[in-house]
């Protein structure tokens, strides 16, 4: 019997991949992390500005797995959203749009054990949080040092790493990302197009308490979404045509703070910035596959979105859960975890949700980010009917708290 390095090799120790080695390590397996970053440079307020939406049911994966109590000073619970169709933005507009959408928490308190609708927690939270619970835990990080070919044969998978290091485990997963280097190894190919839009993101300090609201206005070059964070600030996800968040990129600290206002508006009183300011161009790129031969792909890697519904990485996270449960499930019952029949029953888990809904947020953003009247027309009815009733508005509070669908285990709150 072959000696392997360890049970899973995971290339990618970003916010999915390393949600599935605690996940993995919680289930008696032994994953190991290879990332091209060095772990603590991902702590780094310059690495990314962004900051995540994150379902309710994906928060409780975090608790389950140990992350919770160093997550919690930093997250914002977010109380109510309110979706604004405007020409000009709801804020700023002279009175509010005829065409709104609001959610709130206390509608689906039965169903939700009191939960918000989600949290806001800024990126490199989650990334501290999530390195200092995979340190505690013994999990090996191998960084900087990137993924750079995999071999496969009957016995296990042997990663290939840049610095000429060779490792071998009965499954490889890829958590690397966009331009995962190990899906292109395996010969899978990906679909996807641009959306035209790039994604400015800042956060900003508000005179005014923010209560938990999350804003999102349907503006013609693309959504606006005011995100309230904690110490009553927000993340902004300004969504803008590429040359519009270009020109953006170069003006001056006050043009872009009165570019700025014109958007947000004076509802919150006086707005300061809070940090620098990130662009992201945004496009979909979907996977053929989720697996091959002794690999699976998880994340961005198998799936990147438009953040037009703020739930790449809770898709990713829900992959992590799936695949961690059939693991640990195939572990029970002596069976080897890299083989293709374990391996398909976590891409017939997973395959229909993260196609459907890559496709439901391309729909949206050719719905919304469009100006034509008649569109607005239909588009504005549809928010008003959704608003009116309300199991339609709980059907959708729930589904963005990832509270429905066949739910993994832990994101049930349970453990493996
Ligand atoms: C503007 C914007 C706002 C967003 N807002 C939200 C939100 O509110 N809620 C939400 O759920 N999602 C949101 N998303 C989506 C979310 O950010 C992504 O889905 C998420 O970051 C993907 O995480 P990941 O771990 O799969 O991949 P990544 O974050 O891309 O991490 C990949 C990791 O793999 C490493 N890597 C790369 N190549 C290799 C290699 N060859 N070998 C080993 N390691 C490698 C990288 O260094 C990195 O650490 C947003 C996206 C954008 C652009």
Redesign the pocket.
Known sequence: MRTHDADVII???????STLALALASAGLKPLL????PFDS?LAPSFDG?????AYSSFRQWRTLGAGEALAPHAQRIEQILVTDGKAPGASASGPSAFFLRFDSSEIADRSDGEPLGYLIE?RQIRAALSATVLAQNITVLAPV???GLEVDAGGATVILTDGRRLSAPLVVS????????RKAAGIGDIGWGYGQS?V?ATVRMQRPHEGVAHEYFLPNGPFAILPLTDNRASL?WTETTKAAEALRQASPEAFHSHLMRRFGDFLGTVEMAGPTFI?P?SLSLAERLTAPRLAL????AH?VH?IA?????L?LKDAAALAEVLAEALRNGEDIGSDVVLERYARWRRFDNVTNALAFDSFVRLFSNDNRLLRLARGIGLAAVNRIAPARRFFMHEAGGGVGDLPILLRGGAL
Do not use: H, K, T, W
């Not at 290879?34 to 970053?37: I, K, L, T």
């Not at 958590?175 to 190990?182: C, I, K, M, T």
């Not at 998880?298 to 890697?301: E, K, P, T, V």
């Open positions: 290339a990618g120790a970003g916010m999915a991949g290879v990332d091209p970053q991902q962004r900051s995540s939406a994150i990126n990137a993924a750079s958590a690397e990302g966009r331009q995962s280097v190990l994604g993101v996800v992201y945004l998880i994340g961005d890697a990147g953040p703020g739930q790449g990485l809770n990713g």
